[in-house]
């Protein structure tokens, strides 16, 4: 009854998904257009279970950082071996579960959803949101570089789809890639942090290279996890920044070697690539940046939200507002 029920469900999914709006040959995966966002066809929706911190994210955000952060570190710490996505695992994957996660007690979960289509059970379960965002010239540029990994894949669809980099930049300035706007996926989460700022936090991948330990010190406070003070005396923070360096992480995904999701189509590695801000100038032209810039600038608008602006002006824009 239950595979019936469940075929039941697919079926008329996949019915609806056939009547939106498509986008095809540009990314890896067919995208429809559902209620102004942007969706893969294999999307999938989740409730809450027993979630009290969760990671939320706009793809590709580095959140294979962000993730690491909210366990304890020790010698035995699943990182030394495992990919951060085999942590901290999507709800959008068809068994949102991990068997290394530490502890008995709730759970962590990373979601590339919009906050409008956050499932009503995760929205009133208390859990906490941490969102990470960065600049959208880079987003564009590392989001094509996975992309492109990803159709080197075993899936022959994917390697035959074609992106070169200008028709994969102009799409996105239309607001066209995987749960996409940008723009409006980083306002979801922004305006509800403004609105309930103790469930909502939302960090710059900036701000982390930048000041990596007090960004972890932020998160662990929002998570009311706070170091103590002898933690802090015996070094645990910077253990814990050390564990969860690019260069930490990279090394483990690397040896890995090997692919990760529901059809194996994403090789460890290819989460971690530079690992630093401002990439974009080697790969967008002046007037591309310029073009970007003043899309995102006219989209965030009165929002008190703006890349290149340090977190107290910010949050200063942000009262202002």
């Keep these: 009854m239950a595979t019936n029920a ?17 986008e095809q040959g540009l990314f890896s995966g067919d995208l429809r257009l559902y209620k102004g966002v942007w969706i893969r066809s294999t999307s999938r929706r989740a409730s809450s279970a027993t979630i009290s911190v969760t990671l939320w994210h706009a793809p590709p955000t580095s959140s294979s950082r962000a993730s690491p952060t909210a366990y304890s570190v020790d010698d035995s710490h699943p990182l030394h071996r495992l990919n951060p996505h085999e942590c901290v695992p999507y709800l959008e994957w068809e068994e949102p579960h991990s068997p290394n996660q530490l502890g008995d007690g709730p759970r962590l979960y990373s979601t590339h959803l919009p906050f409008p289509m956050l499932p009503d059970s995760i929205k009133a379960s208390g859990c906490r ?3 990470v965002c ?23 669809a994917m390697r035959e789809a074609a992106a070169p980099f200008d028709r994969f ?3 996105f300035c239309d607001g066209v890639c995987p749960y ?12 509800e942090s403004l609105r309930a700022p103790e469930k909502v936090l939302v960090l710059k991948y900036e701000e982390m290279l ?4 007090g960004t972890l010190t932020r998160m662990a406070e929002f998570m009311d996890c706070a170091f103590t003070e002898e933690e802090e005396k015996a070094g645990v923070p910077a253990e814990i920044v050390k564990l969860c360096s690019f260069g930490n992480l990279r090394d483990v995904a690397v040896k890995q070697n090997r692919r990760l999701g529901p059809k194996e189509v994403v090789k460890t590695d290819s989460f971690f690539r530079k690992g630093v801000a401002g990439d974009w100038k080697n790969h967008l032209s002046p007037e591309m940046a310029e073009k970007l810039d003043r899309i995102i600038q006219e989209k965030l608008h009165g929002t008190g939200l703006a890349f290149g602006r340090r ?4 949050t200063a824009g942000a009262l202002d507002a």
């Design 6 to 22: 469940k075929e039941g469900q697919e079926a008329e999914r996949d019915d609806l998904l056939s009547t939106l709006p498509l």
């Design 129 to 131: 949101l941490v969102y």
């Design 134 to 156: 960065r600049d959208p010239k880079d987003v564009v540029v590392s989001f094509w570089h996975f992309n492109e990994g990803i159709k080197k894949g075993p899936d022959r």
């Design 169 to 171: 930049f102009e799409k």
């Design 180 to 191: 996409g706007p940008i723009w409006d996926h980083v306002l979801g989460y922004w305006n």
């Design 210 to 213: 930048e000041d990596p330990l």
């Design 311 to 314: 977190r107290s002006e910010i």
